[in-house]
């Protein structure tokens, strides 16, 4: 199991970002670990997504670092070979959906009060070409092109809904449920499973590698504008006045 453990809300900074990718990295290199079970240690937050502050303010190199680090996560998350189990404790805004809908199974706690999605267009951005396949290879074109365009948070029961998460369980069952689950997968040969995850996800994984180094030219481009920078800083002024 890993639990995202990074307070208040599990922002996804470079430092965690990096902790994270390395964590993977070792199971991925034990034979013996079969399956991992992604979730958090914060009360009521699976993650609230990439750290703002690490886009606001900073300088190019900072925003090329951070950003090939947010690739990689994804790259790591999205084709590892390991069974892959998000339970969603939490609300899970952005950079925390695409966590979960890189994985190959979301629980969810059925708590009305959490949300999940793509809310990118909310603060002003756009999410990239390969959180918008990702999500369109979970929900389906339709429903994923009006959640991004609106930039939506669903609750829990919207989110089971639209099969953005494939089911939602009591919050003091959602680990147990998450263990049956991945014992259901784990029971499988790894080597069929695996040659049909890559089969499913590997067109999507590809995109990203060959353009790897323009897509983080881009990130730098669009996120050192001045227009976009102060969306950011008001998304984070509002967050702010919103708590007081
Ligand atoms: C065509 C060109 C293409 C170019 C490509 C460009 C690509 C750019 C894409 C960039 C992609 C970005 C994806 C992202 O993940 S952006 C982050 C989106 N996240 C959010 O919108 C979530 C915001 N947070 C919340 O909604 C809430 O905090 C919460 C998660 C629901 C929790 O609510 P709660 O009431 O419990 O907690 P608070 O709101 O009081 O927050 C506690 C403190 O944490 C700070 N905070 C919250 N979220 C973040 C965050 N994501 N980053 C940094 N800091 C965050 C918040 O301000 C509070 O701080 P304070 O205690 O100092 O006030």
């Known amino acids: 199991m890993m639990k995202l453990k990074s307070p208040p809300v599990n922002s996804l900074s470079l430092e965690l970002l990096t ?3 390395i964590s993977l990295e070792k199971l991925e290199n034990n034979r ?3 399956g991992v079970i992604i979730t958090s240690s914060v009360p009521k937050i699976f993650s609230s997504g990439l750290d703002i ?11 090329t670092e951070f950003w ?11 084709s590892s070979s390991m069974v892959t189990v998000a339970a969603v404790n939490g609300s899970s805004p952005a950079g925390g959906c695409l966590i979960a809908l890189s994985c190959d199974y979301r629980i969810m706690a059925e708590n009305p009060k959490f949300s999940i999605g793509l809310n990118e267009a909310q603060l002003g951005i ?3 070409f390969w959180f918008k ?3 369109v290879n979970v929900v ?3 429903i994923a092109e009006r959640s991004l365009q609106l930039g939506s948070l669903h609750s829990a029961p919207e989110a089971h809904k639209l099969g953005l998460v494939d089911e939602l369980v009591p919050e003091e069952k959602l680990m147990e449920k998450a263990a049956a689950v991945m014992a259901q997968w784990l029971a499988l040969p790894d080597h069929a499973r695996q040659l049909t995850k890559t089969m499913m996800r590997k067109p999507v994984v590809d995109r990203l590698v060959a353009h790897r180094e323009e897509d983080i030219k881009n990130f730098v481009t669009f996120i050192s504008k001045e227009s976009i920078q102060k969306s950011l800083r008001m998304y984070m002024e509002m967050l702010k006045k919103r708590k007081s």
């Open 19 to 21: 902790e994270f990718a």
């Open 32 to 34: 013996a670990c079969r």
């Open 53 to 63: 502050t690490e886009m606001c303010g900073k300088s190019m190199e900072h925003y």
């Open 68 to 78: 090939r680090a947010v690739q990689e996560i994804w790259l790591r998350v999205y």
């Open 126 to 128: 756009v999410a990239p």
């Open 133 to 135: 396949d990702t999500f």
């Open 140 to 142: 389906g074109h339709r």
